[in-house]
């Protein structure tokens, strides 16, 4: 799975300066600063793989893959948080929840 994460860095002191590295967005967001996800949407599709994302899931460009799409707000109206993934669900499956 690769997921590129975007989120507003405002109301965030020191944010940008974190490590996130193995750590969790929504539970740093929620321990420093009292930020939660409230509501969300998401869009999935099935696609192809093209070249970069081959290469980063290590798969075919033919290979079928998952894209998913997220726009998630917080109890923080300035703060929303934009993903996009792509998943191999030949080895992996996705689960959520909220």
């Keep these: 799975m690769y997921?590129?994460?975007?989120?507003?860095?405002?109301?965030?002191?020191r944010f940008s300066s974190r490590n996130l590295e193995n750590r969790s967005l929504f539970k740093i967001l929620k321990e420093f600063y009292n930020i939660e996800v409230?509501?969300?949407?998401?869009?999935?599709?099935?696609?192809?793989?093209d070249k970069n994302?081959?290469?980063?899931?290590?798969?075919?460009?033919?290979?079928?893959?998952?894209?998913?799409?997220?726009?998630?707000?917080t109890n923080n109206?300035?703060?929303?948080?934009?993903?996009?993934?792509f998943c191999n669900t030949e080895e992996n499956f996705l689960r959520d929840s909220f």
Excluded: C
């Design 77 to 85: 109206k300035d703060v929303r948080i934009y993903s996009s993934l």
């Design 38 to 49: 409230t509501e969300g949407e998401q869009k999935i599709w099935a696609i192809h793989a």
């Design 3 to 13: 997921e590129e994460t975007f989120i507003t860095n405002v109301d965030l002191p």
């Design 53 to 73: 994302i081959s290469a980063l899931l290590n798969i075919k460009t033919s290979h079928p893959i998952v894209h998913m799409k997220r726009r998630l707000q």
